[in-house]
């Protein structure tokens, strides 16, 4: 496809259950970020690779949350033993170079944990 | 803290006048901006952005103003058209990772 594609749209998980998301990048793209989109706020940034090095984890909320990106193309945030406030659109996007002003973004995955 | 404020959580408009979009950031560090348009249950899709070497930007129906002194800028849609309703965002790219605003939430009325 075109554009950057994201797995699954939706996701419902039982406080506790692990859950991964899965982004495919736009073919090329060098750099792919996570964000986390609250309710009614606007995103905000989890973590960034640059082909598979994961060069910024700062926004990462806890040790809960994990990403990878083994062959610099298509990558996983994992959450372990998802809580209430993990509730939120994950969003992924990518851009041909770091640095680069414009990202693309996937149509995220809405998680919701009960 | 947040860096980016968009304070305007909705606007309303009729069609064919003009939709003025504001935000304001507080790092005076910041030298890139970028406006994003966001429909329900889709991605945020890039629309324009301007750097702090110009103070204005324009691209068909949409025009972004920079303010350097008062830290705020602005987007202008005129004329507004339906399809332009949406959430739009205000973003600051200073380091790669954009920061963004809270939204604004745009209707614009047939």
């Known amino acids: 496809g075109a554009g950057v594609s994201q797995s699954p749209r939706y996701k419902v998980a039982k406080r506790g259950q692990d859950v991964a998301l ?3 990048p736009i ?5 792919l970020f996570w964000y986390q989109q609250a309710l009614g706020q ?7 690779f640059q082909n598979e090095a994961q060069l910024d984890k700062s926004g990462l909320p806890s040790d809960r949350f994990f990403a990878e990106r083994p062959e610099g193309s298509v990558s996983t945030l994992k959450i372990q033993r998802t809580q209430q406030e993990d509730s939120a659109v994950y969003l992924c996007a990518s851009s041909l ?4 002003n414009e990202q693309f973004f ?6 919701t944990v009960l | 803290d947040q860096q980016v404020k968009q304070n305007s959580p909705s606007l309303s408009v009729q069609e ?3 939709s003025i979009l504001n935000c304001d950031y507080t790092n005076s560090m910041f030298d890139y901006f970028l406006w994003y348009k966001k429909y329900p249950a889709e991605g945020p899709t890039f629309l324009i952005s301007i750097s702090s070497i110009k103070d204005k930007n324009e691209d068909g129906r949409f025009t972004v103003f920079l303010n350097k002194s008062a830290k705020h800028l ?6 507004s058209q339906p399809g332009d309703s949406a959430v739009y965002f205000c973003a600051a790219n200073p380091t790669g990772k954009l920061i963004f605003g809270q939204g604004t939430t745009l209707q ?3």
């Open chain 2, 108 to 110: 614009v009325k047939p």
């Open chain 1, 97 to 100: 170079v770091f640095g680069s």
């Open chain 1, 27 to 31: 073919s090329g793209h060098v750099s």
């Open chain 2, 74 to 79: 602005s987007l202008h849609i005129v004329p």
């Open chain 1, 22 to 24: 899965r982004c495919d």
């Open chain 1, 42 to 48: 606007g995103p905000e940034f989890l973590t960034y």
């Open chain 2, 16 to 18: 064919g006048r003009i």
């Open chain 1, 106 to 111: 996937g149509p995220g995955t809405r998680l």
